[in-house]
Every structure is written in C-alpha cells, then in structure tokens.
C-alpha cells in the first residue's frame, strides 16, 4: 500500500525557516514525481512544489519561487523541502503527493504556522 509520511511542520516567526520531510513506501519511488502541496483554511489546495525522482526536474510555484527548495534522496525514497523568508501567507496544512496506478495518494499532511 503506498504510504506518504509527512513531517517537519511548525511554528515560526516570519523570515524563519523550516524543513519539511515526506518518506514515502509502497511504490517504486524512482519511477515517480513526490510534489508538495498546502491548503490553507477557507482557500483551495494549491500546488507549492514538484521533483520527479526519475529525472531530476523541478517545478515551483510562483508565490514560493526563490525561497522554497525540494530535494529528494532516492535511497531514502524522502523528499523534502526546505522553506527559508517564510511569509505569514505560507501558513498552511502542506501535504505530500504521488501519482500512481491512476490515482492520486496523499499524506496526513502537516501544520505550518508562521506568525508576523
């Protein structure tokens, strides 16, 4: 069963920083892209970040660009990302993603909360 482990949320002070880790089991992790996504209350999913273990290639999204960073370790099947000059606006439940076998499998998703 494929499983997506998310970790790492917190409370921060705006213009801190916080990392963010999604172990994921249960599919072949180098075959497939990991994205991150957030929703916050009263607003609609919205997608923050994307790595795709097969080849490296990345997306962002633009309210994120320039201050979030993903990375994955392969061997670890965890990717993770890294939020520096953190906003209040980037407070938000973040959720790791897959796609596999024709659907979409989440996490349990974690708390972010950056106060001004």
């Known amino acids: 069963e494929v499983q997506l482990q998310a970790s790492g949320g917190g409370l921060v002070q705006a213009g801190g920083s916080l990392r963010l880790s999604c172990v994921a089991s249960?599919?072949?992790?180098?075959?497939?892209?990991i994205g991150w996504f957030r929703q916050a209350p009263g607003k609609e999913r919205e997608g923050v970040s994307c790595?795709?273990?097969?080849?490296?290639?990345?997306y962002y999204g633009d309210s994120v660009k320039g201050r979030f960073t993903i990375s994955s370790d392969n061997a670890k099947g965890t990717v993770s990302l890294q939020m520096s000059s953190l906003k209040p606006e980037d407070t938000a439940i973040y959720y790791c993603?897959?796609?596999?076998?024709?659907?979409?499998?989440w996490g349990q998703g974690t708390q972010v909360t950056v106060s001004s």
């Open positions: 249960g599919f072949t992790f180098d075959d497939h892209a």
């Open positions: 790595i795709s273990a097969n080849n490296g290639k990345i």
């Open positions: 993603n897959t796609f596999y076998r024709l659907r979409a499998w």
